[in-house]
């Protein structure tokens, strides 16, 4: 599929579980290693499959400069509504997400361990996760997928007049608390066949585990992708950092405080764009990238950036083979006797990167309705680049993007 040159990625790292009680892994309690999980890697490899794929499908008609989705968010919101999926309807998000032979309760119990994996969160850095089920008071749905949704996801239920003009503010609300105020509401209203929302948040901040000093940030040029040059302010440092570099882009790694997560930078060639990465961006070569890069000693220069990003994937999920669930056939009995589908899935997402480190927040909502030493070499990033950051231990991709003209106010 051919892809446009103006677009932001952005891979970030799974987020979101703090939920009803503010929920995040008891650091005294050792978690069980995450490669000793049945089907863990599967999983993880089969939404990151998922991750590249909805990138791709988003990026082809975004016209955005800079934008950035949250696979993780995605995925943990959507997998929600999969307990309630049923037939031809399971088929088309196994199918999707590339699943296979993978069952839903393995699903369920490798995200339950994904979840518990990232908002580990150690000193520097904060991961909150937060899942939540929106129900219309007078829709009757089955206990056995409430069930599953507080087991696994430990999603938040809660039962709601959406008659009431206070429900609507109260779930944006909810979304506010849980993104530190970065994403202030994920609704504009509540339709009046609206059932259902199934609701993931993300949080994450962390220091850079080197970071940059303010006093080396100054303007530069960075061109963007139509050629014109504009001033940017940029942050440099030298470090001994992990480089990769192949006949399409180079690459550095920028972890962050205590190494659980890094935000990786991709940069095309001078005779490249972000499109040719983009072209042979597929899980296979992104695990091969990854047990490539050595240590080098760089000097890096990079923009700071912010900036906030709202889609809505239906387009993209139909085209990946979900039209299923969005239409008058979606069997979601696993939910309701009542017949539902898919009415929407709106993600937005915010990022800030400055000397400091990083914070950046996603919401995806899924709304259900009835039917009717050396010389440093230099890694300078003066044109749009990718950047993703992942979680080292289980290798999920959080979040990506693309930097195509970078501001910060």
């Not at 948040?201 to 080197?210: E, G, M, Q, R, T």
Request: proline share 3%.
């Amino acid at each position: 599929m051919k892809l446009v040159n103006i677009f932001t990625v952005s891979f970030a790292v799974f987020f979101s579980l703090l939920m009803v009680q503010s929920c995040s892994t008891n650091e005294e309690t050792p978690l069980e290693p995450f490669n000793t999980i049945a089907k863990g890697g599967a999983v993880v490899s089969a939404n990151n499959l998922f991750a590249f794929s909805l990138f791709e499908e988003i990026a082809q008609s975004e016209t955005e400069a800079n934008f950035m989705i949250s696979p993780v968010s995605a995925s943990l919101a959507l997998g929600m509504v999969y307990n309630g999926a049923a037939g031809d309807t399971q088929q088309a998000f196994s199918n999707v997400f590339n699943y296979g032979d993978i069952t839903l309760e393995q699903t369920n119990l490798v995200n339950q361990n994904i979840i518990n994996h990232l908002t580990r969160n150690a000193s520097g850095t904060t991961f909150e996760i937060a899942n939540s089920l929106w129900v219309n008071n007078s829709f009757p749905v089955n206990e056995n997928f409430l069930e599953a949704n507080r087991s696994y996801y430990t999603a938040e239920v809660q039962n709601k007049d959406f008659r009431d003009p206070n429900t609507l503010k109260t779930i944006n609300n909810w979304v506010s608390n849980k993104t530190n105020g970065k994403i202030s509401n994920i609704l504009d209203g509540i339709a009046p066949n609206a059932v259902l929302y199934a609701i993931n948040a993300l949080y994450f901040k962390s220091d850079w585990k080197y970071r940059f000093d303010v006093k080396d940030t100054k303007k530069r040029s960075f061109q963007l992708n139509n050629g014109t040059v504009k001033q940017v302010d940029m942050m440099s440092m030298s470090e001994d950092l992990n480089y990769f570099s192949n006949s399409i882009f180079s690459s550095v790694e920028l972890p962050y405080a205590n190494n659980e997560y890094t935000m990786i930078l991709m940069l095309p060639n001078v005779e490249n764009t972000v499109d040719d990465i983009l072209a042979i961006m597929n899980n296979e070569n992104w695990m091969s990238w990854q047990s490539s890069y050595s240590e080098h000693n760089l000097r890096i220069t990079m923009p700071k950036f912010t900036f906030s990003y709202k889609k809505e994937f239906n387009e993209a999920l139909v085209n990946l083979g979900l039209g299923i669930a969005f239409s008058d056939n979606a069997n979601f009995s696993g939910i309701s006797d009542i017949s539902t589908k898919i009415s929407f899935v709106l993600q937005k997402t915010f990022i800030d990167v400055n000397e400091e480190g990083t914070e950046a927040a996603a919401v995806t909502v899924v709304g259900v309705e009835t039917t009717s030493v050396n010389s440093p070499k230099h890694f300078l990033l003066d044109r749009p680049f990718i950047f993703a950051i992942k979680e080292k231990e289980t290798g999920s991709i959080c979040f990506i993007g693309k930097v195509g003209n970078p501001e910060y106010q």
